[in-house]
């Protein structure tokens, strides 16, 4: 079965700065593999996606992803953190044997942005 | 385009009732699947259906149980709540089985049990 590690539960970065979040994942074969936010009282939004090919994926709000198949990870980056970035992080896996709609989700990484 | 349709937003229950949740898939989306979030087991699958049919099912007891219409909108029932049925629920569609790409998810209804 598929899992997600998210080591971080909480970081804290000034607002300019850089930021990475890290992704861990188990899977047997290639996997899908997301990154979703969710601000307070809202559902979640895609950020990027992986299915194959380049391993660095653009997303939306300037996030960018590395998947690294030796190391089985999936980190997310943001060269400079805007006050709005402020919101809990997912990273989830998918099982593309498995219906869609399963995902697996990691615990989430609350993002704190400070003046 | 109208996106997930989640109803009601909020409600509050207590032990023992019962609870009937709503999800509208965005228009064409055929997939919709329902997660149960808490701060102390994150976001969690309970089941996903797809043209009428419970295609895949969490870890849940019995007593939490869904069903999806043929206009592809959805329901979750969970029947004699217990405290710890308090969380978010999230819904989220997508186009079908073979992968959009994309879960698109509802604001979520939040439910507590007193």
């Known amino acids: 079965a598929q899992s997600v590690t998210q080591p971080d539960i909480h970081i804290t970065v000034s607002e300019g700065a850089s930021l990475e979040l890290r992704c861990n994942y188990s899977?047997?074969?290639?996997?899908?593999l997301f990154w979703y936010v969710q601000s307070p009282g809202q559902g979640l939004q895609l950020l990027l996606k992986?299915?194959?090919?380049?391993?660095l994926v653009q997303g939306i709000k300037g996030f960018e992803a590395e998947f690294k198949r030796s190391q089985s990870s999936f980190n997310l980056r943001k060269p400079s953190v805007h006050w709005s970035d402020a919101a809990e992080y997912f990273c989830?896996?998918?099982?593309?044997?498995?219906?869609?709609?399963?995902?697996?989700f990691g615990a989430g990484t609350q993002v704190v942005v400070t003046p | 385009k109208a996106g997930v349709t989640q109803t009601p937003r909020y409600l509050i229950k207590t032990r023992g009732q019962q609870v009937t949740l709503s999800c509208s898939p965005i228009?064409?989306?055929?997939?919709v699947s329902w997660y149960q979030q808490t701060p102390g087991q994150g976001l969690q699958f309970l089941f996903e259906?797809?043209?009428?049919?419970?295609?895949n099912k969490g870890n849940f007891p019995g007593r939490f149980s869904g069903r999806q219409f043929s206009n592809s909108r959805s329901e979750m029932n969970v029947s004699t709540l217990e405290l710890g049925d308090s969380a978010l629920y999230l819904c989220?569609?997508?186009?079908?089985?073979?992968?959009?790409?994309?879960?698109?998810f509802g604001e979520g209804s939040r439910l507590t049990v007193l």
């Open positions: 989220a569609s997508s186009l079908d089985l073979s992968g959009s790409g994309e879960l698109f």
């Open positions: 899977y047997g074969a290639t996997p899908y």
């Open positions: 992986y299915f194959s090919g380049d391993t």
């Open positions: 989830a896996v998918a099982a593309i044997t498995d219906s869609w709609g399963k995902f697996q």
């Open positions: 228009s064409g989306h055929r997939s």
């Open positions: 259906y797809f043209s009428e049919t419970q295609r």
